[in-house]
């Protein structure tokens, strides 16, 4: 059963220039970025016991790896997360061939693509690091300017413009690693593409479609944050939208 594929048609770009074997590039109309959460709805709505399931599974495994020592829980949660939705990007394809997706294929990805798929959640780890690195030196620098500075009003705004400019920093920089591995796994299924060609592929197509991503991330965050509000149960509605969101967004934008 084909998605619902709402907008004007997405005009194709050279975007991809100097990527070889790389799938081109759309920009696709702002109101896509509505459109891509209303598709993953008209999916989930065909399938929802499936897709439930799905959701509660892996935030069963999800929250299995908080429960790790610190170290362990992020490295397995960063590299566990590309081998699901890369199998999920795999469910969203089967739905849309008009067959019934299953609760197997959240583990898809852990078959053909599972090297790949670990892969893109170790470079995505490795970017991690920096940013933390980054961050912390930064840091370290306004710390021991406060220091030098002693006691007083002339180091209370030191350290308060310092966490300020922390906390903007780390958005600057989490933002972009996001987009790198917001569209990877599907284009490591889908496209058979090295990981790190996937995650330089994902940002490219997430920076050309910034505005519509803009409209997406706002609606995405409202529709989470209600969801929460009756003990997360919304996410069990809300959870597999956005999923399926990442795969209408997919579709849009490589075509």
């Known amino acids: 059963m084909k998605l619902v594929m709402l907008g004007n048609e997405a005009m194709m770009d050279e975007a ?16 896509r970025g509505w459109g891509w959460l209303v598709d993953g709805f008209e999916v989930f709505k065909r399938a929802p016991g499936v897709w439930i399931a799905i959701v509660v599974i892996l935030g069963v495994v999800m929250l299995a790896t908080s429960f ?13 997360m590309p081998l699901f939705m890369g199998g999920l990007m795999l469910a ?9 997706p299953e609760i197997a294929d959240l583990f898809a990805g852990f078959k053909g693509h599972a090297n790949q798929l670990a892969l893109v959640g170790l470079l995505y780890i490795a970017g991690m690091v920096v ?33 300020l400019l922390v906390m903007l920093v780390s958005v600057v920089l989490s933002v972009p690693l996001a987009m790198a591995l917001w569209f990877a796994p599907a284009l490591v299924v889908f496209q058979g ?3 790190m060609a996937a995650m330089q592929h994902s940002f490219m197509g997430c920076l050309k479609n910034i505005v519509p991503f803009l409209v997406y991330g706002l609606l995405a965050f409202a529709l989470s944050f209600v969801a929460a509000i009756p003990l997360m149960l919304g996410f069990l509605v809300v959870g ?4 399926v969101s990442v795969y209408a967004a997919y579709r849009d934008i490589y075509g």
């Open 68 to 80: 790790m020592p610190p170290l362990l829980g992020f490295l397995a949660a960063n590299v566990l």
């Open 193 to 195: 593409m090295a990981p």
């Open 92 to 100: 969203c394809r089967r739905q849309e061939q008009g067959e019934t």
């Open 131 to 163: 940013l933390m690195l980054i961050v912390g030196g930064i840091g370290a620098v306004i710390g021991a300017g406060a220091m030098n500075i002693g006691t007083g009003a002339g180091m209370g705004l030191t350290v308060g413009g310092g966490t």
């Open 16 to 31: 991809s220039k100097g990527m070889p074997g790389a799938p081109g590039i759309r920009a696709v109309e702002v109101d």
């Open 240 to 243: 597999p939208v956005l999923i």
